[in-house]
Nanobody, 122 residues
């Protein structure tokens, strides 16, 4: 059984930082794209950041570039999202996902975590 378990969400003030973790079990990271998505109330789920485990390359949506950093520890089957300079508009449920191959859309993801809530107060 494949499981993705996120942790690290919480309530912070604007300008502060959080680090999200996602422990993945049931698959090996080879040939998977790992990503973080988020969904704010009343909005669609959006892509945030991805890492290609084959070569470690990363991608970020424009709204988080320079503030968020994705990383993976393949030995621990864990993917992280370091979030700095948080803004109230970053408030959302953050989801970890894994997709076999190089696709990065919602439809390319094969497995999802249940999400962790991040709330940023002004």
């Amino acid at each position: 059984e494949v499981q993705l378990v996120e942790s690290g969400g919480g309530l912070v003030q604007a300008g502060e930082s959080l680090r999200l973790s996602c422990v993945v079990s049931g698959i090996t990271f080879d040939h998977y794209t790992l990503g973080w998505f988020r969904q704010a109330p009343g909005r669609e789920r959006e892509q945030i950041s991805f890492i290609y485990t084959s070569d470690g390359s990363t991608e970020y949506t424009d709204s988080v570039k320079g503030r968020f950093t994705i990383a993976s520890d393949n030995a621990k089957n864990t993917v992280y999202l370091q979030m700095n300079s948080l803004k109230p508009e970053d408030t959302a449920v953050y989801y970890c996902a894994a997709g076999y191959g190089v696709g990065i859309t919602i439809y390319d993801m094969d497995y999802w975590g249940t999400g962790t809530l991040v709330t940023v107060s002004s």
